[in-house]
Nanobody
Framework: QVQLVESGGGLVQPGGSLRLSCAASRPIFNIYVMGWYRQAPGQQRELVATHTATSITAYADSVKGRFTISRDNAKNTVYLQMNGLKPEDTAVYYC?????????????WGKGTLVTVSS
C-alpha cells in the first residue's frame, strides 16, 4: 500500500504559476506510474500528466507546454509545475500511484488539493 498527500493548491490569477506536491508514504522509485488527475465541478476526473519509473512522461493536450510533471525519488515526492494557468484549469487535483504486481495492478489516490484560477 501507499498513502499519498497532495499540497500546494490555492488561488492564483490567470497567467500565474503553482507547484503541486504529492508526498508518498513509501519509496516511489519502483512505482510503475505516478500521475496527476483533476476534477472540475460537475465534470469527470481527467488525466493531467503521468510519469513512469523509467522517466517517461505524458500530458493531456490541454496542458502540454504549460505543465511539467517530475519525480524526486529521494524525497518520495512527485511534483506538478503549472505555468500559464487558465480559469479552465480550476479543479481539485489528485495524485495517483499505480503499483504493478505479477497478478494484478493496484491504484492509490490522494485526497486532492484545490486549484482555483481566477482574477
Amino acid at each position: 500500500q501507499v498513502q499519498l498527500v497532495e499540497s500546494g493548491g490555492g488561488l492564483v490569477q490567470p497567467g500565474g504559476s503553482l507547484r503541486l506536491s504529492c508526498a508518498a508514504s513509501r519509496p516511489i522509485f519502483n512505482i510503475y506510474v505516478m500521475g496527476w488527475y483533476r476534477q472540475a465541478p460537475g465534470q469527470q476526473r481527467e488525466l493531467v500528466a503521468t510519469h513512469t519509473a523509467t522517466s517517461i512522461t505524458a500530458y493531456a493536450d490541454s496542458v502540454k507546454g504549460r505543465f511539467t510533471i517530475s519525480r524526486d525519488n529521494a524525497k518520495n515526492t512527485v511534483y506538478l509545475q503549472m505555468n500559464g494557468l487558465k480559469p479552465e484549469d480550476t479543479a481539485v487535483y489528485y495524485c495517483k500511484a499505480m503499483l504493478v504486481f505479477r497478478t494484478h495492478n493496484e491504484d492509490y489516490w490522494g485526497k486532492g488539493t484545490l486549484v482555483t484560477v481566477s482574477s
